[in-house]
């Protein structure tokens, strides 16, 4: 029997209730706010798939990068109470804790030389004990022995409280990290930029403008960074678009992001889970309608869209891949923040994501911290 392909692929997305826009993606169109909330509205994951996976066909063929990391959470300590948070814990807490540097570059040296990591991604709690030298000395010390070693570094909501226990501007303690090594900016703590959001799930962090404006700092200063979004708690469909749409006006004007990252809330340990407001993770379905949607409202604005295994698992990361995601992330090595929820095992080595790639029928590339490609498996 023959088949006309494309006559397939047209009726297959007629019958949609969003064709109309996967079409305009197809057709190359930037989407906006109206376009982005009917796509989060809408039941058609599948179709969302199809689209976003021809797009990301378009931009990197089969390959599918990973990188070889660790993850440094350098202090637990922390004074901003996130109730979504399993991993904090106040000051003079007996469970508390912070890396001396001498540790942290000792994790490094050992992770280099058994795992041949090429990034180092550092990122702990709101510690006000912590002063601007502990990670200037920190990022030197690390560039000092391992040059080669990308450091991916900090949140805007960690360098807000950098700069007020410094009495300084942002944009000094930002130039001061990159001054001291930090290649990239890691960017976690958005959550969902919606003040409305913001308040019932981390009222003491900084707002939504804030994080928009630090990162914009960042990009002037020449430093790319990560976008990130966590949804799956009190958020509505709307505030999830108007988060894309925040990220993707930034980007407009600065170009700053090299990739973007949804991930799912994990309830596990978490006040949101005691006081019972969220009980259970969003799950799979909604992992997979987020990429689609990134991959389709980012197209030609955001070329990487990462997998998230962290909080769904290599399964689900590697549907990811068929949906929209282009990057299945780090290995991950030392991870503590998710894997405080309990949830599941945290870290993976890179043999076992380059086999998980290639089942997903992919071909598996190791890239740096720019996402430069650096070999391919
Ligand atoms: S998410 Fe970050 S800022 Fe919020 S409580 Fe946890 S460690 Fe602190």
Same mark, same amino acid.
């Given at each position: ?224 960074? !990560? ?7 009190? +958020?509505?469909?709307? *505030?999830?678009?108007?988060?894309? %749409? =925040?990220? /993707? ?88 923040? !998710? ?7 945290? +870290?993976?080595?890179? *043999?076992?994501?380059?086999?998980? %790639? =290639?089942? /997903? ?17």
């Amino acid at each position: 029997m023959q088949y006309d392909n494309n006559k397939l692929v047209s009726d297959f997305l007629s019958k949609s209730d969003i064709s109309d826009i996967l079409d305009s993606a197809l057709a190359g169109h930037r989407l906006g706010l109206k376009e982005c909330i009917r796509l989060i509205k809408s039941d058609d994951v599948n179709s969302m798939g199809f689209v976003a996976n021809l797009l990301r066909r378009s931009l990197c063929g089969d390959t599918i990068t990973f990188i070889n990391n660790i993850i440094l959470n350098y202090t637990n300590v922390c004074i901003t109470y996130c109730k979504f948070c399993a991993f904090y814990r106040p000051p003079g807490h007996e469970e508390s804790y912070t890396v001396p540097i001498e540790e942290i570059v000792k994790r490094v040296a050992t992770s280099r030389e058994l795992f041949g990591i090429t990034q180092v991604l550092i990122q702990g709690g709101h510690n006000p004990n912590l002063k601007l030298e502990y990670y200037e000395d920190a990022f030197r010390a690390i560039k000092q022995k391992y040059p080669e070693v990308g450091i991916n570094g900090l949140s805007p909501s960690e360098v807000d409280m950098i700069a007020k226990v410094e009495r300084s501007s942002t944009k000094e303690v930002l130039a001061r990290l990159k001054d001291a090594g930090m290649d990239t900016f890691a960017g976690g703590g958005a959550e969902i930029l919606e003040d409305s959001v913001k308040e019932q799930i981390s009222p003491f962090k900084i707002k939504s403008h804030e994080w928009l404006r630090i990162m914009e700092e960042a990009h002037h200063l020449g430093l790319k960074s !990560v976008a990130t979004m966590m949804y799956g708690t009190v +958020e509505t469909e709307e *505030d999830r678009a108007r988060h894309i %749409i =925040k990220i /993707a006006q930034l980007q407009e004007k600065t170009g700053g992001f090299m990739v973007f990252i949804p991930w799912s809330f994990e309830p596990n340990k978490t006040q949101m889970q005691s006081e019972g407001k969220i009980r259970y993770a969003s799950g799979g379905l909604s992992l997979l309608k987020m990429i689609a949607i990134a991959r389709i409202m980012y197209y030609g604005l955001i070329d990487h869209l990462q997998s998230s295994w962290l909080t769904n698992g290599i399964g689900m990361a590697q549907l990811a891949l068929n949906y929209g995601a282009d990057d299945f992330g780090g290995t991950l090595i030392g991870e503590e923040v !998710v894997s405080a929820t309990g949830s599941r095992s945290t +870290e993976l080595t890179s *043999d076992k994501i380059i086999v998980a %790639i =290639k089942r /997903a029928g992919f071909r598996a590339a190791e890239r740096d911290n720019f996402y430069k490609l650096i070999k391919y498996y």
